[in-house]
């Protein structure tokens, strides 16, 4: 896991990130099949219940590309564990539980997640990690 940049500033990263199966980087990952990883993070201020997930991968081959979660995996609110709910206050901890299908670029690829508060557009949580995404002959597929 890295710290995230937009900009200027840098932004707050969680408190930690657990990628399900993965041990270390790069993650190693098979494309078309659900990627899970658990994000505990800490909120900085009042937040609403209008959070967010926005997800970019960085290609192996240099190329930024804006990933869309469908909007249950993007609702933030909707996917906290341990029975946290929005909306969050000042230093309040939470853990946002994130699935998503992973794209069929195979190699090495970086994956930005940055959680937002889109009431002020504001990002309270971002992190970087590698994937190696591996493309798996559907006759091999169990």
């Not at 937040?47 to 249950?72: C, M, N, R, W």
């Not at 901890?93 to 069929?104: E, I, R």
């Amino acid at each position: 896991m890295r710290e995230g940049s937009r900009g200027d500033y840098q932004k707050p990263t969680p408190l930690s990130v657990s990628i399900d199966g993965c041990s270390s980087l790069p993650c190693e990952a098979v494309a078309g099949e659900r990627f899970l990883m658990a994000v505990q993070f800490l909120a900085t201020k009042d937040t609403t219940s209008e959070l967010s997930a926005e997800v970019i991968i960085k290609t192996s081959s240099g190329i930024k590309v804006p990933f869309a979660l469908d909007e249950e995996e993007r609702n933030v609110c909707g996917n906290l564990l341990h029975g946290a709910y929005c909306p969050l206050y000042a230093t309040e901890d939470a853990t946002y539980n994130l699935t998503m299908q992973l794209p069929n670029f195979s190699g090495r690829n970086i994956v930005e997640v940055n959680l937002v508060d889109e009431s002020e557009n504001e990002v309270i949580a971002c992190f970087t990690t590698e994937i190696l995404i591996k493309r798996i002959s559907k006759k091999f597929r169990i």
